[in-house]
């Protein structure tokens, strides 16, 4: 492991990046298995805590979703960025970054907490929030901005010095999400400040709700991928040694982060397959190119079998599959490869799941029931927050100067977790197949005999749900006991930043297409014109102005919501 002396000011903001979040995520546990107890009808809502339904999925979404998200990303790449590129990045902007996110959330947290702002996690019209909750997001978004521009000196001055030679793939990585996350913010910003922002402070009374779903897709999709790439990152550079081997393919590496920049975003319409006004044909093009944006992960997908294999017979494994029994699953010092192999697996079924919601005729069967919520917890609740988990607990380890104490529970929570999430996630599956619905109105009148909405086959759906979401929350519960015991424990070793050293098949050099960024980016904003003209051009033309502001755990009338 190699490492370099990381500045005070900087390794204390990376701190703080996870610390915020983890301590809000306390929250957002509760509230995601309450959510688990509601719909399987155990409570009512506002039993626990006095919050009421939407209110609680709410805090649940917008903290496990995008605060933490959003947080760990920046951490992670101010990690990634000091690390790889040998050198500190600029205090004053880190720390403003910092600032930025922590007022942007404290702001949005207010009217959540207030129940003012019970959208989900999303900008969806007509669900209308608090002017507050739009503007702390709005700040949010910049302090990630800010920290994303903090990278760019040192990007250039690494450049400058290693002439020829290839930028770690970890960089690569990194700056492809924000370049990502850089474009895909532009429309939520539109949306936020062009049409939620003036509906919310009374400025308008009506704002046309298509166009305003037509951004914040373009923002909703590829926000997933801001999600996935920085645990991409910790699947190419640091499994395979955490496995015993080296990466099968730099390239194929390089090329995955590439076709994310230029596929992940034309794609949003997918998620209105069912949305009147806008045609069919804008459909196809964006089914399309949800096909392709698959691509890169089936690429991973090999390209790390590929790695593992590498490692297993590196050990002595022998046939078509020994080497799967030869990877440290429980070697609680090497506790990284299985918070990565867990999510992984389940990425498998996430990723199926995926390719069924972008199927035009399955979505019809699909969309709008539990089945949603079942894929995109195969997802972000499985890849992406293992990887947050054991790279929060890497990170805070490292930068504490402490050892990981519990190691043996501690390599246990990613099993734990991907058993209560394979029941969580089939549960909701299982419901949505037979009709189940994603979201509910008040008092679950699914559940309700005497309602037409009832199916008893709702009742197994919801428990065993509920099942997983318990078994979900004690392996949450385990993981904050070690985080925290670590935290506490005396320190030991020297604070430092590091990262396991990762070696490729490949050599230094590097190839043509994959020199250079810009001209990926310049492909991405074609193929985004390309999508997205039609689709804003027939949400103008189609979209019907004036459906009312909705708040649903407050559905005040309409006159006093202005
Ligand atoms: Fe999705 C809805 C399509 C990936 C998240 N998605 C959602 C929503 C969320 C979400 C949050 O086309 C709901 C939004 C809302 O509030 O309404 N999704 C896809 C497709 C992919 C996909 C095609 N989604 C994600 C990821 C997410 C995420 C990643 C979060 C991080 N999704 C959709 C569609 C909808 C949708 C429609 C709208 C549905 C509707 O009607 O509302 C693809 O990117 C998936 C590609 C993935 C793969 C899997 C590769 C497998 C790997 C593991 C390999 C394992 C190894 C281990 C190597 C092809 C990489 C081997 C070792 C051993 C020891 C076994």
Redesign the pocket.
């Known amino acids: 492991m190699s490492s370099v002396t990381i500045s005070n000011t900087n390794k204390n903001i990376i701190l703080a990046e996870i610390f915020v979040p983890m301590a809000l995520l306390t929250l957002g546990i509760y509230h995601g298995m309450l959510q688990t107890f509601y719909r399987a009808g155990f409570i009512q809502a506002s039993a626990f805590g006095g919050l009421e339904y939407y209110q609680g999925l709410t805090l649940h979404g917008v903290i496990n ?1 995008i605060v933490l998200t959003t947080f760990f990303a920046v951490a992670f790449g101010n990690a990634v960025m000091i690390h790889y590129l040998n050198r500190n990045i600029n205090e004053k902007m880190n720390m403003l970054s910092l600032l930025l996110m922590v007022i942007g959330t404290l702001l949005a947290a207010y009217p959540m907490l207030t129940n003012q702002a019970s959208v ?1 996690y ?1 900008f969806y019209p007509p669900l209308k929030a608090h002017p507050t909750f739009y503007i702390g997001a709005t700040l949010l978004v910049i302090g990630s901005w800010v920290a994303f521009f903090n990278w760019f000196l040192p990007y250039k001055a690494w450049q400058k010095e290693n002439p020829g030679k290839k930028m770690p793939l970890a960089v690569i990585g990194i700056m492809t999400t924000f370049i990502i996350w850089f474009i895909a913010t532009i429309p939520v910003a539109v949306e936020i400040l062009g049409f939620l922002l003036p509906w919310s402070l009374g400025l308008v009374d009506e704002i046309n709700i298509l166009l305003t779903r037509v951004l914040f897709w373009f923002f ?1 999709h590829p926000l ?2 801001f ?2 790439l920085p645990v991409y990152v910790m699947y190419y550079s640091i499994l395979p040694s955490q496995a015993g081997g080296k990466l099968y393919s730099d390239y194929a590496g390089r090329a995955a982060f590439m076709l994310f920049i230029i596929l992940s975003i034309p794609v949003g319409v ?2 209105q ?1 069912t949305e009147p006004g806008i045609s069919q044909g804008t459909k196809l093009l964006h089914a399309i190119f ?2 392709g ?2 691509l890169p ?2 690429l ?2 090999f390209t ?2 590929a790695s ?1 294999e590498y490692a297993g017979w590196k050990k002595g494994a022998r046939g078509l599959f020994g080497w ?1 029994g030869k ?1 440290p699953y429980f070697d609680g010092n090497r506790y990284l490869f299985a918070y990565l ?1 867990c999510g ?2 389940i ?2 079924f ?3 799941g ?2 069924v ?2 199927s035009y005729t399955m ?1 019809l069967v ?3 029931t539990a089945w ?1 919520p079942g ?2 917890h195969l ?2 609740a499985g890849p ?1 927050f293992l990887g947050i988990l054991g790279m929060s607990l890497y990170l805070v380890s490292a930068l504490m100067g402490k050892k990981v104490q519990m190691k043996g529970w501690n390599v246990a929570v990613p099993y734990l977790w991907t058993f209560g999430l394979l029941i969580f996630s089939g549960g909701l599956k299982y419901g949505g197949l037979i009709g189940e619905p994603r979201r509910t109105n008040m008092g679950m009148t699914y559940l309700n005999p005497d309602s037409e909405l009832f199916k008893p086959e709702y009742i197994m759906s919801t428990h065993i749900t509920a099942i997983g979401g318990i078994i979900l929350f004690l392996a949450a519960l385990v993981f904050f006991v070690v985080l925290v015991k670590t935290m506490l424990a005396p320190k030991e070793m020297e604070a430092t930043l590091g990262f396991p050293e990762e070696e490729s098949y490949h050599d230094e050099k590097n190839i043509k297409p994959f020199e250079r960024l810009t001209p990926w980016v310049v492909v991405a904003l074609v193929l985004i014109v390309f999508a997205y003209v039609p689709a804003i051009n027939e949400a103008v033309k189609n979209g019907k102005k004036g459906s009312p502001p909705y708040m649903p755990d407050n559905p005040v009338p309409v006159e006093n919501t202005r």
């Open positions: 979703a989900l999303t909703g997933v991928y999600w996935l997918h998620h397959f949800t096909f944006v698959a992960s089936f991973t997908a790390i079998a593992l799967m990877l192999i992984l697996i990425f498998i996430g990723g199926i995926g390719i919601n972008a979505n699909v969309h709008n949603i894929h995109f997802t972000v992406v």
